[in-house]
């Protein structure tokens, strides 16, 4: 089954820690990565600019109207995302438990169209 | 009661127990065979229904299993028929003799996927209460005084999760398995209590869910032998069940453990609890529910109130709050203490979880009988009336108006 992974994380958090952390953490998330990819389980992704980088469109009867920031103001957003094929909820969440940025991950299964995409 | 309800009666505790030996077989073997959790849960409710329309009037059948069997088989074939994609599984079944039974430890799978930690607590309980044990959507609805409707949708929305994120329908690996067992345990012990403090209440038609969790517990300790907290937790549901019925008096009002009469309490339920404890020990990893077990032992055995060992209790309560470092905890260790140490020790233990448990009546109403032991009246009637108006539980609330009237 496909899965996402959604990274989460406060942008300010990650905008404010020693540059040295922020090396070692994406020195790790590049392991984590790399592991997940020999291994067969993570079969794509990217990282994402930070929340105040974002603009969104908003449908409103025959308008589009067009903001800045994100569709949903929260103090954690999305930064990132791995795309996995794995056996089932258990191994993705087994991936997702190793995230070495930690904060927050959402596991969300793909819908699965019939006749391939 | 009348003659006829308690016939009734008879026969609906028949059924129920016929339910629990059947249901979680009959759901482990389809999900084998079928390959889809929610078909063969669906199936196998529905063949309990038919058994909940046609028994009391026909009689438990002579071999209760083997009907739910074929009737559920039956109901396969039907609706196996409507779907193409299961053919070539209908010429199976079709043909087979009978594909139900399963070997035990698929109901331990089947427990496992009923408390997965991706769904909610409540979504757990429901799902295991009719998967593992056999329970209709409607008991289960009067058990948790919720509607039916709000209780099938519970259900329908747990299953579609097990299927459509990919839930494994499978016992978790040697690694995972302490922390998916905790899970499982919680799950247990929260509807004990949830049967567990209801009973006595103006509702004689729900549902006793704390043996269905005893039964549950039994089950599991069977099916993993081995692992030392579920052995304390049968242990500990064993223990406060050995003790239920001097809980209440005649009229349904709640008698604290100082005043019950220990003279009705099963003895033999007891010693048997205290060698679960041993075997427990014996396999040489303490945990949270083998502690509590103790502590509840410690209790039961006491010949009288007074000559409880608050010793051991407290430092097993200490050694509790090692494993368990939360403020109920600690709670319970100064209501214990108030027997070892005195009344201001107890109380200054309570103050300190006091902010953290505002909401809880029990801190106010061991706040209450402290400083009454101080003689601190005033105070003590602030503390009860803060908890008469956090508890919804009829008996308790009973009690503390009778303390606030004396």
Redesign the interface.
């Known amino acids: ?1 496909k ?1 996402i992974l959604l990274f989460c994380g406060s942008d300010e958090r990650w905008d404010t820690i020693p540059e040295a952390e922020r090396n070692a953490t994406y020195e790790q998330i590049g392991a984590w990565w790399g592991k997940g990819t020999a291994a067969g389980k993570i079969v794509g992704g990217e990282e994402l600019q930070p929340a105040r980088t974002a603009t969104t469109v908003r449908f409103q009867g025959a308008e589009t109207v067009v903001t800045d920031g994100p569709f949903i103001e929260a103090k954690e957003s999305v930064g990132g995302y791995a795309l996995v094929d794995v ?4 191994e ?2 087994e991936l997702a438990k190793g995230w070495p940025a930690r904060g927050v991950v959402e596991v969300r ?1 793909l819908v699965e169209h019939s006749g391939g995409m | 009661m009348t003659e006829a309800r308690a016939a009734e009666a008879a026969t609906e505790a028949a059924v129920a127990a016929v339910f629990r030996e059947e249901a979680g077989r009959l759901v482990a073997g389809l999900v084998r065979f079928l390959g889809d959790f929610d078909l063969a849960e669906e199936l196998v409710q529905e063949a309990l229904l038919s058994a909940v329309e046609t028994w009391p009037g026909s009689g438990i059948p002579d071999n209760p299993a083997a009907w739910l069997t074929t009737t559920a088989r039956r109901k396969a074939i039907d609706r196996l028929r409507r779907d193409s994609r299961y053919r070539e599984k209908l010429v199976l079944l079709a043909g087979s003799p009978v594909p139900a039974a399963s070997e035990p430890d698929d109901r331990l799978r089947l427990i496992f996927t009923c408390c ?1 930690p ?1 769904l909610a607590r409540e979504a757990q309980l429901a799902l295991t209460l009719r998967a593992v044990c056999g329970l209709t959507t409607t008991q289960i609805a009067r058990a948790f005084l919720a509607t039916e409707t709000a209780m099938a949708q519970r259900i329908v929305r747990a299953k579609r999760k097990i299927v ?5 329908y499978r016992v ?1 690996a040697r690694e ?1 398995l302490t922390g998916r067992l905790r899970e499982v345990l919680a799950v247990l012990y929260l509807l004990f209590n949830e049967g567990y403090l209801a009973s006595g209440g103006p509702e004689p038609d729900r549902r006793d869910l704390s043996a269905d969790a005893e039964w549950l517990a039994s089950l599991l300790a069977g099916l993993l032998p081995e692992e030392p907290e579920v052995l304390g937790l049968l242990a500990l549901m064993r223990l406060h069940l050995a003790r239920a019925g001097s809980r209440f008096d005649a009229e349904g009002r709640l008698i604290l453990l100082p005043d019950q009469d220990r003279s009705s309490w099963d003895q033999e339920a007891i010693a048997a609890a205290g060698r679960l404890i041993e075997r427990a020990a014996g396999l040489g990893r303490p945990g949270p529910y083998q502690l509590q077990a103790a502590i509840a032992a410690l209790h039961a055995e006491a010949p009288t109130f007074a000559e409880t060992d608050w010793e051991e209790i407290v430092a097993l309560y200490t050694l509790l709050l090692v494993h368990q470092p939360s403020p109920v905890v600690r709670l319970n260790r100064a209501i214990a203490l108030r027997h070892l140490e005195g009344a201001e020790a107890a109380l200054a233990e309570v103050d300190a979880v006091a902010a953290e448990l505002d909401s809880y009546h029990l801190l106010h109403a061991t706040r209450a009988q402290l400083l009454r032991d101080l003689r601190r009246a005033g105070e003590a009637r602030t503390a009860d009336e803060a908890a008469l108006r956090l508890t919804q539980n009829p008996a308790e609330q009973a009690l503390l108006r009778q303390r606030l009237l004396d």
């Open positions: 089954m899965y056996a089932d909820l258990d993705a969440l299964p | 997965h991706a459509e994120a990919g839930i494994p978790p995972e």
